[in-house]
Structures are given as C-alpha cells and as structure tokens.
Nanobody
Framework: QVQLVESGGGLVQAGGSLRLSCAASGRTDTSNMGWFRQAPGKEREFVAAINWWSGSTNYADSVKGRFTISRDNAKSTVYLQMNSLKPEDTALYYC??????????????????WGQGTQVTVSS
C-alpha cells in the first residue's frame, strides 16, 4: 500500500501562486504520480501527472503554462507549482499514484492510491 499526504493548500488572490506537496511512503511499485482536483458539485478532474523515473509529464489544457509538476525522488515527494491562479482553480486537490507503466496517465481510473486532499481557494 502507498500512503500519500498532501500539503500546501490555502487561500490566495487571483494571479497569485501556491505550491502543493505530496509525500509518498510505503510500496515502491509506483510508476506515475498525478494531481487531480474536485470542485463542489463537479467530477474529479485531471490536473497534471509525472513519471517517477523518466520525469515525463502530462498536463490538462486548462493548466498548461501556469502549473508545473515536478518530483524529488530522494524525498519521495511530488510538487505542483501553481502560478497565475484563477478563481476557477478553486477545488480540493488530490495526489494519487498509479502502477501503470505508461506515459503519465490522465485517466482517474488508472490511479490506485489517493491522499486526503488539500483545499485551494482563489479569491477574485
């Protein structure tokens, strides 16, 4: 089993920045790590993902050019740097891990382990 703990959420004004962190522990058969978000009344949606070993990345169109996903293998931690935040970025952000050995997937069904989430609120 993989344990995931997110941190770094908070309240920020539009145009501001936040950096989310996700610390992973437990099993080491994870291939990809992803960030998803869910706003009230909406489905959980893909934000970004990264392959632990190659560092290849995948982004949702809505965050390309504003968000950057990265990882620190030594610390078993994945980061999501969020710049130029918009009110529509407001959501509960989740970190998740996938054992699927393919390019960082956007499909939520390919992610097995999930963190508890960290709230991001962007005021206008």
């Amino acid at each position: 089993q993989v344990q995931l703990v997110e941190s770094g959420g908070g309240l920020v004004q539009a145009g501001g920045s936040l950096r989310l962190s996700c610390a992973a522990s437990g099993r080491t058969d994870t291939s990809n790590m992803g960030w998803f978000r869910q706003a009230p009344g909406k489905e959980r949606e893909f934000v970004a993902a990264i392959n632990w070993w190659s560092g290849s990345t995948n982004y949702a169109d809505s965050v390309k050019g504003r968000f950057t996903i990265s990882r620190d293998n030594a610390k078993s931690t994945v980061y999501l740097q969020m710049n130029s935040l918009k009110p529509e970025d407001t959501a509960l952000y989740y970190c998740a891990s996938s054992p699927v050995p393919v390019s960082p997937p956007a499909n939520v069904r390919l992610y097995i382990y999930w963190g508890q989430g960290t709230q991001v609120t962007v005021s206008s």
